[in-house]
């Protein structure tokens, strides 16, 4: 099984940390968050990893290379400069994530988080099929995004964690260019075909200077 991080987004509420840096490659306790996501990956198993490059790419490419100093090997995806958005950086990537198995695992790039990737990888999808995990509503996301899909009544939404397991079906219609995930995901888990997880272990969003600051002080205090 492969994985793909996303990594290509331009970080402007991050600015000015940004300017000269992709989001992914802020640091957390002295490493780049990026270097968080491939160890865990590599400790569930998988070394086969897509990381998809727009603003400032060349700066991750620089630093992981083809990913043999990580015990990885990772294959990059490049985009236009401005990107493609989730499920457009996806689709653009989709060959290769799915040239040894029908099913891979995507993981914002953004996000920090203790989350065992090991447990997707026990997974089975079908045709059109995807698992995403939920966390609870952040200080930023009170009103969350969806709904637990096995508690049809539970009428409480959570927040998307930005870590999912995508059967390649579910993005072989879709057309080449900018497309977003959410409203994707939406219209699918209202179809019944998206399953769901609720994790309640460690996850942040590093989506601002402020949020980043929390995860390091938070770190320092260990």
């Not at 993981?107 to 989350?115: C, E, Q, S, V």
């Not at 927040?159 to 219609?173: C, D, E, N, P, V």
């Amino acid at each position: 099984m492969k994985a793909m991080i996303l990594a290509a987004g331009r970080g402007k509420r991050m600015m000015p940390l940004t300017a000269d840096l992709p989001k992914p490659m802020l640091p957390v306790a002295g490493r780049p968050l990026l270097e968080y996501h491939i160890e865990r990956l590599r400790n569930a198993g998988i070394t086969q990893i897509v990381i998809n490059l727009a603003w400032q790419g060349e700066k991750i490419v620089q630093h992981f290379g083809d990913g043999s100093a990580f015990g990885v090997h990772i294959h990059y995806s490049y985009e236009p400069q401005e990107g493609l958005e989730t499920a457009g950086g996806i689709r653009n990537a989709l060959d290769v994530l799915s040239e040894c198995d029908d099913t891979f695992i995507v993981i914002n790039g953004d996000i920090f988080t203790d989350y065992d990737v090991s447990a997707l990888t026990q997974l089975a999808l079908g045709e059109q099929e995807a698992h995403i995990v939920l966390v609870e509503n952040p200080a930023h996301n009170p009103q969350g995004d969806f709904r637990l899909a096995h508690q049809p009544l539970n009428e409480q939404r959570y927040t998307f964690a930005g870590i999912g397991l995508y059967h390649s079906s579910f993005f072989r219609q879709l057309a080449p260019g900018f497309t977003p995930l959410g409203p994707m995901l939406r219209e699918a888990l209202e179809q019944g075909h998206v399953s769901t997880e609720l994790y309640l272990g460690l996850w942040s969003d590093i989506g601002t200077p402020e949020r980043l600051s929390e995860i390091n002080s938070m770190w320092e205090q260990q």
